[in-house]
């Protein structure tokens, strides 16, 4: 059985921060060959890859839009990654989901994007709303 259980989702104040959780359960997978990703989407457009970060060595990949801004990072004894989103904004509004794949972070970069085909299991969602 493969979980992907996210947490963190909440109201924000423009400019402020929010930190959110991703645990990993997948007892028959081999998470070495792994990647912890987050992808958003708001209403009325698609979904699109935000983070991710490779569960064995700590390589990340990041969107334009959230350079400078986000860190992700993991603790790969617990098989959970966190994504710390700081200086938001009202376009950062969107359901956030968790998701892991058996896609490098060099592949990643070689393709220039984060497509959602490439990853396997997704967690549930929680929306994260920036606004006054």
């Known amino acids: 059985e493969v979980q992907v259980v996210q947490s963190g989702g909440s109201l924000v104040q423009p400019g402020g921060s929010l930190r959110l959780s991703c645990e990993v359960s997948a007892f028959t997978l081999d998470l070495d060959y792994y990647c912890i990703a987050w992808f958003r989407q708001a209403p009325g457009k698609e979904r699109e890859g935000v983070s991710c970060i490779n569960l064995k060595d700590g390589n990340t990949y990041y969107a334009d839009s959230a350079k400078g801004r986000f860190a992700i990072s993991r603790d790969r004894t617990k098989n959970t990654a966190y994504l710390q989103m700081n200086n938001l904004t009202s376009e950062d509004t969107a359901v956030y989901y968790c998701?892991?794949?058996?896609?490098?972070?060099?592949?990643?970069?070689?393709?220039?994007?984060?497509?959602?085909?490439?990853?396997?299991?997704w967690s549930q969602g929680t929306q994260v709303t920036v606004s006054s």
């Open positions: 998701a892991i794949g058996s896609i490098g972070i060099a592949t990643i970069e070689a393709i220039g994007s984060m497509s959602p085909r490439f990853y396997d299991y």
